[in-house]
């Protein structure tokens, strides 16, 4: 199953910019849904609830007496696969299994430079919702190098803020585009050449149990990073 959703009335789809996202996944339970970048999932100081993954699911689901939770989040400039929970007791299974580790969440990144060794952990303590230092650790495995640049298959045992970038960012390797924690030297050459206009991070994989079963779901890559990866395979 895969549709998209937009503002679903009239009055909500002048308040909200058009910004459709596919749902590739549909029960009575749950929503797995495939996020583009530039999408907003919460609400924050600068994004009004409207104009968030949140609030358009909550908008198109108000008819049904359903009030969509997220139970995971990416960044705003991420894209790829988020869970949404239809009903509070799946939210809260979810969670648990979120916290008991239990999920396993697999990414695609674009570093700068190479990766040494080609798989390996970063164990590397980030801020938690105090601000305390907590636990983070980030697998990767590089599947493909470039010229400058290194694709990584990323798999996180922790759910930190900015974790993934944090992590490449604390090894002297980037994420490729990223606006708040890369280099921004090569950023702007990059984008020159390759007109990237958000950082280079997808969400490709998720598993977890439902319904007494492990189940798993993928997103490929979406045509601005896979035109990307194109282009530098070309050289």
Known sequence: MSREIVAPDAESAKAAPRAPFEIIFEDPDLLVIDKPAGLSVQESDATLRRHTLEGMLQLAYRAKG???????????????????????????????????????KEYLVLVVGRLFPTQGAIDFPLPGRDGRLVGARTLYRVEKEFSETTLARVKTETGRMHQIRLHFARLGRPVVADRQHGDFAFNKRFNRRYHLRRQFLHAAMIAFEHKGKKRKWTAPLPEDLARVLKALEVG
């Open 66 to 104: 359903i009030v969509p939770r997220l139970v995971h989040r990416i960044d705003k400039e991420t894209s790829g696969l988020i869970v949404v929970a239809k009903r509070p007791q799946v939210a809260d299974e979810l969670e648990r299994q979120f916290e008991t580790r239990a999920v396993e």
